[in-house]
């Protein structure tokens, strides 16, 4: 009987314990399907290029190789001139304002000042924690 009680508890803390994970993952990547959609769209692209990249090397196929270097480099070429525009003074100082807010609690007036800028929600914005994908976070002082 004592053997049938504790198999039944551990089998029941099991359940409990899958139950909970599934519902954990659920709220945590299910409730912005914009973020889940997105990130999906880039796996399958990346697995594209991948597959791409390397059915060239399959067949010895020096002309789409370079093409494909040549284009991750305008890609790349484009993001940095994108990057490179954003830098001056006033969108340092209003960065600064930002992270001001941050420090004080005020996440979307933040947010406000990073999307007038042109940055989204792409910097200073934190992927994973309490508040899920897109909250935004202060950069610490220390390490905590």
Do not use: C
């Not at 209003?94 to 007038?116: C, N, P, S, T």
């Amino acid at each position: 009987m004592k053997k049938y009680l504790i198999f039944s508890l551990v089998g029941l803390a099991v359940v409990a314990l899958t139950a909970s994970t599934a519902f954990a993952y659920q709220g945590g990547f299910a409730r912005n399907n914009v973020f889940s959609a997105d990130m999906t769209a880039r796996h399958e692209a990346m697995t594209e290029r991948r597959e791409a990249m390397q059915n060239v090397f399959v067949d010895g196929d020096y002309a789409t190789w370079q093409a494909q270097m040549q284009e991750r480099v305008s890609d790349m070429r484009n993001q940095a001139s994108e990057l490179e525009a954003k830098i001056s003074e006033d969108s340092f100082a209003k960065l600064q304002e930002a992270h001001e807010l941050m420090v004080a609690g005020d996440f979307a007036g933040a947010q406000a000042i990073h999307e007038e800028l042109g940055w989204g929600d792409k910097r200073g914005f934190s992927r994973r924690g309490p508040g899920g994908p897109g909250e935004m976070r202060p950069f610490s002082q220390t390490e905590e």
